[in-house]
C-alpha cells in the first residue's frame, strides 16, 4: 500500500497551501497527500475525491518523489523556445512601434521577411505576450508643436495651478465646441445580436455652437456652458469672459489661439478685461491637450447626451444644454476626478 509520511513543517506548509487561493487540481492533490499523511488509503482517497485509485497512487508516488513540486501538474510538450519568443516578440515590437495602422493578418505578413511564418491566431498569441491592445485610434498634433514653447507653457500652467490652489488666483479653461445633430458614433453595450444605429441627420446649417469655461481647481469644481444656434463673435466671446462669476483675486482663463480668441476684437478689449481682473493666457499652437476643458468636451459629448440623433436645432440645443448641465452636477458632487475625464 501507497501511503505519503511527511514531517510536522511540511505537514503546517500544506495546511498553509490549502487556505490560499490555488487552482482545483493543485487542491485536490493537497487534500491526497494530507488524507494519506493521516491514514487513509488511496482507494478511500480516489472515492472521496471522485479520482481513479490509479491516479491517486500516481500522485502520491510522485510526491514521495519530488515533494511539494509534485503538486503542480508537469507541463506537456517541448520546454518553451525562448529565444524564438524573443525574435518573434522583438519584431512585433518594432512593427508596432511603426507610424501605421496593424491588423493581425498584416502583422503575419510582415514577418514573413524575417523567415518568421505564422497565421493571424498565432501572430494574436504573441501580442497577448505584449499585453498589445487592439483599440480605437486617436489623433494627434504632437508633429505640428513647438517643443520648447509647450514646455514653456507647462511651467507656466503649472505655477498658475499652484497659484489657483492656493486661492490666489481663479483659473478657468475656455473654449467653444460644435455639435451637430447627428453626434459622433461611440460605443454602447447591446443584447446579442443588436447593434445600436444612430439615424443620420443632415448637419448644414443645423449646428449647435456651445461657448464653455471650466474651472476644475475651484472648492467644488465650476463648469458653465453657454449654446448658440448660429457662428459665434468675439462680442460673445467678450460678454462671455465679462460674466464670469466675480472673484477678488485676478481670474486668469486659459485659452487657445482661434480666430475668435485673437480677434483685433478681441485683442482691443485686453486692457478692459485686465482692468476687471480677467487676464488671458494663450496656449501654444496645436497643443489642445493642455487645455483642460477639452476632456470635458468629449465626456459630453459622447457620454451625456444619450440621445445620438436630433431632428431640429431646437432639440440638439436642449440636449447640449442638458449634457453639460448633466456633467456639472456630477463634478459638482463627486469632485474633479470622478468621474475621471479621459485626456
Known amino acids: 500500500m501507497i501511503r505519503v509520511s511527511i514531517d510536522g513543517t511540511v505537514r503546517d506548509g500544506l495546511h498553509a497551501l490549502r487556505r490560499s487561493a490555488l487552482p482545483a487540481k493543485v487542491r485536490d492533490r493537497v487534500e491526497m497527500v494530507l488524507s494519506s499523511d493521516a491514514g487513509w488509503s488511496a482507494p478511500r482517497i480516489a472515492t472521496h475525491l471522485g479520482y481513479c485509485g490509479h491516479t491517486v497512487r500516481g500522485i502520491?508516488?510522485?510526491?514521495?518523489?519530488?515533494?511539494?513540486?509534485?503538486?503542480?501538474?508537469?507541463?506537456?510538450?517541448?520546454?518553451?523556445?525562448?529565444?524564438?519568443?524573443?525574435?518573434?516578440?522583438?519584431?512585433?515590437?518594432?512593427?508596432?512601434?511603426?507610424?501605421?495602422?496593424w491588423a493581425a493578418?498584416?502583422?503575419?505578413?510582415?514577418?514573413?521577411?524575417?523567415?518568421?511564418?505564422?497565421?493571424?491566431?498565432?501572430?494574436?498569441?504573441?501580442?497577448?505576450?505584449?499585453?498589445?491592445?487592439?483599440?480605437?485610434?486617436?489623433?494627434?498634433?504632437?508633429?505640428?508643436?513647438?517643443?520648447?514653447?509647450?514646455?514653456?507653457?507647462?511651467?507656466v500652467l503649472g505655477g498658475l495651478m499652484a497659484r489657483a490652489v492656493a486661492g490666489r488666483v481663479r483659473l478657468y479653461y475656455l473654449d467653444e465646441s460644435g455639435f451637430s445633430p447627428p453626434l459622433p458614433t461611440g460605443y454602447s453595450w447591446?443584447?446579442?445580436?443588436?447593434?445600436?444605429?444612430?439615424?443620420?441627420?443632415?448637419?448644414?446649417?443645423?449646428?449647435?455652437?456651445?461657448?464653455?469655461?471650466?474651472?476644475?481647481?475651484?472648492?467644488?469644481?465650476?463648469?458653465?456652458a453657454q449654446p448658440f444656434e448660429r457662428t459665434l463673435t468675439s462680442d460673445d466671446l467678450l460678454a462671455y469672459l465679462r460674466g464670469l462669476p466675480p472673484?477678488?483675486?485676478?481670474?486668469?482663463?486659459?485659452?487657445?489661439?482661434?480666430?475668435?480668441?485673437?480677434?483685433?476684437?478681441?485683442?482691443?478689449?485686453?486692457?478692459?478685461?485686465?482692468?476687471?481682473?480677467?487676464?488671458?493666457?494663450?496656449?501654444?499652437?496645436?497643443?489642445?491637450?493642455?487645455?483642460?476643458?477639452?476632456?470635458?468636451?468629449?465626456?459630453?459629448?459622447?457620454?451625456?447626451?444619450t440621445t445620438r440623433s436630433h431632428a431640429s436645432r431646437a432639440e440638439l440645443r436642449a440636449a447640449v444644454e442638458s449634457g453639460f448641465a448633466s456633467f456639472s452636477r456630477k463634478l459638482s458632487t463627486k469632485g474633479e476626478d470622478q468621474p475621471r475625464l479621459a485626456a
Open 247 to 305: 472673484a477678488s483675486v485676478p481670474r486668469v482663463v486659459v485659452l487657445d489661439n482661434a480666430s475668435l480668441h485673437v480677434s483685433k476684437v478681441t485683442k482691443a478689449a485686453r486692457p478692459g478685461l485686465a482692468r476687471a481682473g480677467i487676464f488671458l493666457y494663450y496656449l501654444p499652437p496645436y497643443s489642445p491637450e493642455l487645455n483642460r476643458i477639452e476632456a470635458v468636451f468629449k465626456q459630453v459629448k459622447h457620454h451625456e447626451i
Open 60 to 101: 502520491l508516488r510522485d510526491f514521495n518523489a519530488r515533494g511539494m513540486p509534485a503538486l503542480y501538474p508537469r507541463k506537456t510538450g517541448p520546454a518553451p523556445d525562448a529565444a524564438k519568443r524573443e525574435r518573434v516578440t522583438g519584431h512585433l515590437r518594432r512593427l508596432l512601434g511603426e507610424d501605421r495602422t
Open 190 to 224: 447591446c443584447l446579442p445580436g443588436q447593434r445600436k444605429r444612430v439615424r443620420y441627420e443632415y448637419p448644414q446649417g443645423r449646428r449647435v455652437n456651445a461657448l464653455a469655461a471650466y474651472e476644475p481647481l475651484a472648492p467644488a469644481p465650476w463648469l458653465h
Open 105 to 155: 493578418g498584416q502583422l503575419s505578413d510582415a514577418l514573413h521577411p524575417h523567415g518568421i511564418r505564422l497565421g493571424p491566431r498565432q501572430v494574436r498569441r504573441y501580442l497577448r505576450v505584449l499585453k498589445a491592445g487592439y483599440r480605437r485610434t486617436a489623433s494627434t498634433l504632437e508633429h505640428k508643436q513647438d517643443p520648447a514653447k509647450v514646455a514653456r507653457a507647462k511651467v
